[in-house]
């Protein structure tokens, strides 16, 4: 019985005639009953996306939740317009989140590649900036005192192998664009 006042409850505080600019307006306002009705309306169409998607079955529901609460608070705090679409902005939306999984996935098996590879990375990349100190003209520079290499090893022990690695690069006066090509992320 309770259960059947509670879905009453929820069918009854639905706005189904309010339109996409209403319900963002309304959303503006910080108005409960129309994120209830954001997240009901719009809930099946991408939950069908996601499977349209390819995505687990296991995974949608997260995905889709994560996705709403996105855009919901994107459209509460940001003073741009609304979307012309609303339906159409939010499977937009999905689709690039799960297209951001995919290539964070295939970033980190290109990072585990590399990690095979005995380091050959860090190698093109020592020589490449030992090529440009020699081309700038200036000296090599000096070892680093007992203490500095001791605090060095501290710090370098509790690194993981990506804080290390970036660590390097950025040691090497790398670029944030090449850092980003190298990390596939540009």
Avoid: K
């Amino acid at each position: 019985m309770d259960e059947q006042r509670s879905r009453w409850r929820e069918v009854a505080g639905r706005r189904p005639a309010m339109g996409d600019a209403a319900l963002v307006a309304a959303l503006r306002c910080e108005d409960e009953g129309a994120l209830r009705e954001f997240y009901l309306r719009f809930r099946p169409l991408l939950r069908r996306a996601a499977a349209g998607l390819g995505v687990d079955p296991g995974e949608r529901d997260v995905l889709v939740d994560d996705c709403l609460t996105d855009v919901a608070v994107h459209l509460m705090t940001s003073a741009a317009p609304a979307p012309g679409s609303l339906p159409g902005y939010l499977v937009r939306s999905l689709r690039n989140r799960v297209l951001n999984q995919v290539r964070a996935r295939g970033r980190a098996e290109r990072r585990m590649a590399l990690d095979g590879d005995g380091g050959a990375a860090e190698t093109e990349l020592a020589g490449c900036s030992e090529h440009a100190r020699r081309a700038s003209g200036r000296p090599a520079p000096e070892p680093l005192s007992p203490v500095l290499e001791r605090l060095a090893d501290a710090v370098t022990g509790s690194l993981t192998e990506d804080e290390r690695r970036l660590a390097v690069w950025m040691s090497h006066c790398a670029s944030a664009r090449d850092i980003a090509g190298w990390l596939g992320i540009a």
